[in-house]
Structures are given as structure tokens and as C-alpha cells.
């Protein structure tokens, strides 16, 4: 019987010759990821009593969920971590500024393909997108990660998710995921291994493909991994500053499910509130009214997403007694934007340039929603009270392209691609 | 472990996600578990914390737990001394991060819908049996699967954080 993607890079990380499915084994991650909560995860480990820290090379920090702080207890969050880090000598440690953990670690070819990045955020799903296993875990087992070095999995089943077709003009890779959440369910991939592949996954840029990954995590996935080829090889070249060796499915491997989905007439999607699998056409929500319309984040917050909104917002204006946020996912993100004229774009059409950072996503500052208040988001969730407010709010999700027409108007309207 | 006795209640959704548990604003500030235990289910119905008493349980549907790692979501139930979480499914995250902190979490979905078909399920008496895997309730008996292996390790040194120091100290 063959082998899946998941088990044979579980192998190599815990240096076995053979796992077999629902075996529990110990497993050395290449990278362990933190952010704004390793100020936490510091107390827990020095709770633990360990010496040092097991590699300080493999510890990564960004700082991002609360960047630049808005009061004093989330500076002084951040001060905990900058002293950690200078105690324990973390080589890895990303000032506010530098971005979102998520864009920054394979932006500094932190990512190693077909190895285990354990991440203390549910995102950490993203890293799949250059052939690695991105799992998400706690603070508390982050903390024993940092003291340790390693952790128990338990090797998980597979979904092989196949997609076709060529899509309209109109259709990005957010449409395409949303799409599938909304048939797989919340905790339709609870504890699975998901892996892309097909044409259009074939086709699709690093970003879709970070697009994709991160939001695997909706489905409930433990990971979900799409292979290297070209487009990652191109993505990794000058950046990861060490050999790797791909690794690859089996052409016999045993999935649990085998999924096809054809792209070919799928039309704009969004999600819903207050769950990410409401899934529907845009079209079926046309013309609710918005206040605050929001480009960021480690779903689509990088240059092909904000050049996007550029092209449909350049030269116009955003509807009056609305708002566009603005959040570039990184520091080389902004820097490209600024140099294609995207940012220029953005803020002559209305648009609040914000720092690279997670801003109103997850609600805990900058942009958050009032009473009464609806939004459209380009984020991962929309969860009651997600954008910092519960009262009576909303969060739809879309695609940057829904979201820039949108702004037009001031109300959900459907991205004809003109 | 020892058995647990407590009332019930009864949050009565599928997919209750970390948010509603415990809001994204406080999970950058260094609160105590106790101080988390007042956030409990506060998107979900205001001062939810003031109906739990020590060894009480919530019962909930599917995929509980669902969205962010933050862990939070399991220790403001620690704060309260919650006798644990009984779903029809957990998220994988929730469920490793409720084994890392030692709260009781169990999967009977036999039970759940017991209590959903009830008019009024809210603060019946349950008695636990963490090692045989019983939910006793007004006389009935639903079975579960018992935490076993690595897990049942971490969760019987009460949580990752003593058991990460008792490995640290026997290297």
C-alpha cells in the first residue's frame, strides 16, 4: 500500500522508516511559530524549568495581532517577548512592522518543504502551501515545543481534493475555497490531512495556494499540503538558503476521501454570519448595505490581493459614509505595493492605509466594528463578535475582487470581472 | 481520577467557536485563570460564568471548540473548575489543548441528544467516571471512550505544563 503525502513527511520527522495511520509518534518540527502570545507561552515555559530553549535558530517570532499596540498592556505584551528574546538569543524574532507570522516566515525562506511547522495559531494550516506540514498547537504545548523540541501526533488519515476546470475571469482562488468549505462542512476535515491537487491547483499562484492552505483550517483540517512544483521551487529560489528534497505522495496511497470539484461555472462565493461554511453565491446577498470594508490579513492581504482591488477601485471612489481598511500582510508586501502604485491607487479611492499587521480580524484593536455595524472581509472568519464587537454585527467573507466592488457601492454586489 | 458530580448546561448549537468562548480582546493580556473564567461564553450570553459552579459541565453539539488555538477557551473553564466539556465532537485543536491543560472532555453524542430532546435538560445532576467512561443521568448510563496513551499520560500530570517539567528534570 502506498503512501500519503502527511505519512511520509511524519516519517522523516521523527525518523522512522514507517508510520502507519493512526499511530502515535514523536515528531521534530524544522520551525516552531509564535506571535503576540509568546509572552504567555514565556511564562509557561519557564514554569516548565528548562535551561534553554532547544534550538534558538528554529523559534519563530512575529509580532502581529496587536501591532503597534493600542495600550499599555499590549505594550507591554510585546516588551515580555522582545526581553525573551534576547534572554534565550531567538534568531527568528520579527519586530512590529515586519508583518503577519504567516507571510513572514516563508517570505524569509523560513519554510521548509515536506517538513512539520508547528505554529501557536490555528492558521498555521498556510505553510502546507509550500509543501510543508503547517500544524497548529497551543501555548501550552508551544512552551514545551520551545523546552523539548518535539511533540506526539498521532499520523492522520487523507482527503485528496481534486479540482478542474478553468474558472471565469472573475473567480480567485477565495471564491474556489469558500466554495469547497461550504460542502465539506465546519468539521468536515476534523483531524485530516487535506492535499490539493488538479489543473487548477497546478495553475494557481503561491498566494492562491497560501489562500487555500490557511484557510483549511475552516474545514477543521489538521493540515492540508499542496505539493512542490515550479511555482514553489520559483517562490523558494534566493529565499530558503538550504538544499531540500520535495516529497511526494505515492500514486497508490489510501486516501479516506477522494473529492473532485469543477471550477469551470463556479460564480462569485461568500461566506455568511455567523459560520464559515455558509457558503453562497454573492449574487444571493446582493445589495446589503456595508460600513466597513476590509483588505488584509494572512488570507489575502498580499500583492496580488490589493493589486486586484487597485484595478477596480483606480480612479474611483469608494460610496460615501463607508470605510476601507487597509492592512498589507507584510513589510515586503507594502514596499512592492508602494513601487507598483497600488498603495497610491488604494488611498486616492479612500482607502485607511494600516500597518502590516492582523488588525480587525481577530477584533482586539485598530478597525473594529461598531453596534449595528456589517462588514466585508477578505479575512478567514466570521464568527459572531469576530471584528471586536457582538452586538448586533456582521462579518461576510469574500474575495479582494467582491470586496473592492463592493466598496464602490457600499453594498454587497457581485464582481462581474469588467 | 477521581468521579465527578455537578449540574449541566446547556449551550445548544453546533460549531460553538473559540470567539464565542473566549473573545479575541482579551487574549493579549496576561489574565489568571480565574480572571478568564469571567469571559466564559460572554459573546454567547452575558455573565454565562455566574451559572457554573465548581464541577459543573456544559453540553454542546458538534465540532465545540471550533477556530483560533487559543487555548483561553479551555482554561477560563479551568478558572471556574468546570468538571469538563460534554459534545458530540470536538475540534482536534480545542480537544489537544483541553488534554494539555487537563480539562475533562468527552464525546458522547448518545448523551447530547438525551439532553437536547428535553425541554428543560438545563442544571440536571450528571455523575462522571473519567476511567470507565460513564455519564450517569437521572439513572441512565451513556458509555465513552476514556482518554488512553499519550494523551491519557498528559492529561494524568496534570496537563503539559507538569508533565513537559517532570520530563525536563528526569534528562
Redesign the interface.
Known sequence: MGKTLIQKIIEKSSGRNNVEVGEIVFVKPSVVLSHDNSADISKTFEKMGPKRVFDPSKIFIALDHEVPPPDSKKALNHSIIRDFVKKYGITNFFDCGEGICHQVLPEKGLVEPSTVVFGSDSHTTSHGAFGAAGIPVGRTETASLWALGETWLKVPESFKIIIKGTPQKNIFPKDVILHIIGKIGADGATYISVEFTGEYVDKMSMGGRMTFCNLSAEMGAKDAIIPVDDTTRAFLKDRLKKEYEPLYADKDAKYAKTLEFDVTNLKPQIAKPHKVDNVSDVSEVAGKKVDVFFLGTCTNGRVEDLEVAANILKGKKIKADSRLLVYPASKEVLLTCLDKGIIKTLVEAGGEINTPACGPCLGAYGGVLAPNERALSTANRNFKGRMGCSENTEVYLASPATVAVSALYGEITEYKGE | MEKIKGKIHIVKD??V?T??IY???Y????LTPEEMGKHTLE?FEKDYFKKMNENDFIVSG??FG??????QA?TCFKGLKSGGIIAK?F???YF??AV??ALLVIESPEFVDYIFAKNNGENLDVEVDPNKGEIICEGKTFKFAPLT??ALEIFSAG???E???R???AM
Open positions: 453546533n460549531d467557536n470567539d464565542l473573545a479575541g480582546k487574549t493579549y493580556e496576561i459573546d458538534t465540532n471550533c477556530g483560533s488555538s487559543r487555548e479551555v465532537s475540534s482536534r485543536l489537544r489543548n494539555n491543560k496513551g499519550q496537563g503539559l505544563g508533565y513537559t517539567k520530563k525536563l528534570a
